[in-house]
């Protein structure tokens, strides 16, 4: 159905498209934590992963596509960037060192650091609200589940146990539960989206279907949660929708002809940022919680995925 190279193994949401080689990079050479025209006024920043350089490194930008710039330097795949809470640091995926490892870095690309260690695929972070763990999924155990690792590497602990492929966990905004989504039978296209408490206990599915409801996203007020899933309607064609956090009143945001997915928040939770190949490849759009004021921040032949919104607007 969904005509993809999967990036890591069977993962679930990783599938963003391996192959295109365009590097016409429109990356604007800028300081890390400038904020050239925006006249002082408080914005939003997106991390998110692009191969416009070669390769998939991570990039910064504004969130209205100014100030692009790259982060990382390294011939490996990096991707999947997530902010602390407090956006002085981006956790990101890459096999730099032969398997796909989380690592760390101040949101310069500075003081770059292994976080996991381990054979399997360690993959799709998230950063607690108290900016003290990361969630993340693994294959450690023989399929994916969701684990959690504390910031100062004093201990991982699994969440959850099942024969389901859990993947891209986020964080309710007041720390104590993790919505994220849950292939329930291997190979089927029914995937579901599920919430836990952090102590891996209450899991509760929110909604089951067979149009690939996934990467969930919780808003900043706790009250939505965004996600991507076919449309419905017999066509394969993802769309960005939101339902409320216990399930109820779904509804779609985008109403393209084409793949819309990986949504992500901004922080006053007004706008979303998603990505899409309206256009012909992969590029970063942010669009308002009520489907208007669509706007492409990206436009650059290479593929332009995975944003990731900062949770603080910075100056
Ligand atoms: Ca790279
Ligand atoms: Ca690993
Ligand atoms: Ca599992
Ligand atoms: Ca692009």
């Known amino acids: 159905m969904i005509v993809r190279a999967l990036f890591v193994l069977v993962g679930i949401s990783s599938a963003f498209l391996l192959g295109r080689a365009g590097v016409d990079g429109n990356s604007v050479a800028q300081p890390a934590g400038t904020v050239e025209g925006r006249d002082g006024t408080a914005g939003g920043m997106i991390a998110f992963t692009s191969d416009r350089d070669g390769n998939h490194e991570i990039y910064v930008m504004r969130d209205d596509g100014g100030g692009q710039r790259r982060l990382t330097h ?125 102590d891996s206990s209450g899991r509760r599915e929110l909604s089951v279907s067979e149009d690939g409801d996934s990467d969930p996203a919780w808003s900043p007020d706790g009250n939505l949660i965004a996600f991507n899933a076919l449309r419905g309607d017999g066509s394969i064609n993802i769309d960005i929708f939101v339902m409320n956090a216990d399930g109820s009143g779904r509804r779609r945001i985008t109403e393209y002809e084409d793949h819309d997915e990986y949504p992500t928040w901004s922080p006053d939770g007004a706008k979303i940022a998603f990505e899409s190949d309206l256009d012909g490849n992969e590029e970063i759009f942010t669009i308002d919680v009520d489907g208007t004021n669509l706007r492409r921040l990206t436009q650059n032949s290479a593929d332009d995925t995975q944003p990731s919104y900062c949770p603080v607007f910075t100056l």
């Open 74 to 198: 390294h011939d490996a795949a990096d991707f999947w960037p997530t902010w602390s809470p407090n956006g002085k640091q981006i956790a990101f995926v890459s096999d730099r060192d032969g398997n796909y490892e989380i690592y760390l870095m101040d949101a310069d690309g500075s003081n770059l650091r292994r976080f996991t260690d381990h054979p399997a695929v360690d993959n799709e972070p998230a950063w607690s609200p108290d900016g003290t763990q990361i969630a993340f999924t693994s294959y450690r155990d023989g399929n994916y589940d969701i684990y959690l690792k504390r910031i100062d590497g004093s201990g991982t602990t699994r969440l959850t146990d099942s024969a389901a492929e859990e993947g891209r966990p986020s964080w309710s905004p007041d720390g104590s539960q993790l919505v994220f989504h849950a292939r329930t039978r291997r190979g089927s296209s029914t995937i579901a989206i599920c919430t836990m408490n952090v």
